[in-house]
């Protein structure tokens, strides 16, 4: 079992950046995708970003494309969020993916979820 813990959210103003960091411990993360999802008040978890096992390919929800970097060390794995908007107000997850399949927006196929952290963008 891999625990996760997120850090680094806020309350920003639009157009702000901000970065997320998730600290995994436990059976060996290294060896695994993985990825950032959010939830908004009344809406379903929705993808974020996944990143590879060695980092060298990611992926994005369109909403965020161009704006969110997902990356990783030996250490956490990160999300920087620039020109943040209102839209993106909700409650940030990091998750471990055991699968590693190319299903990395679906969150079934991730087994472990931190508790969040809130980001919360006013205009």
């Known amino acids: 079992q891999v625990q996760l813990e997120e850090s680094g959210g806020g309350a920003v103003q639009a157009g702000d950046s901000l970065r997320l960091s998730c600290t995994p411990s436990?059976?060996?993360?290294?060896?695994?995708?993985m990825g950032w999802f959010r939830q908004a008040p009344g809406k379903e978890r929705e993808f974020v970003a996944a990143?590879?096992?060695?980092?060298?390919s990611t992926y994005y929800a369109n909403s965020v494309k161009g704006r969110f970097s997902i990356s990783r060390d030996n250490a956490k794995v990160y999300l920087q969020m620039n020109r943040l908007v209102p839209g993106d107000t909700a409650t940030y997850y990091c998750?471990?993916?055991?699968?590693?399949?190319?299903?990395?927006?679906?969150?079934?196929?991730?087994?472990?979820w931190g508790q969040g952290t809130q980001v919360t963008v006013s205009s």
């Open positions: 998750a471990h993916d055991p699968q590693g399949t190319y299903a990395v927006a679906d969150p079934n196929e991730y087994d472990s």
């Open positions: 436990g059976r060996d993360w290294r060896l695994s995708v």
């Open positions: 990143i590879s096992v060695n980092g060298g």
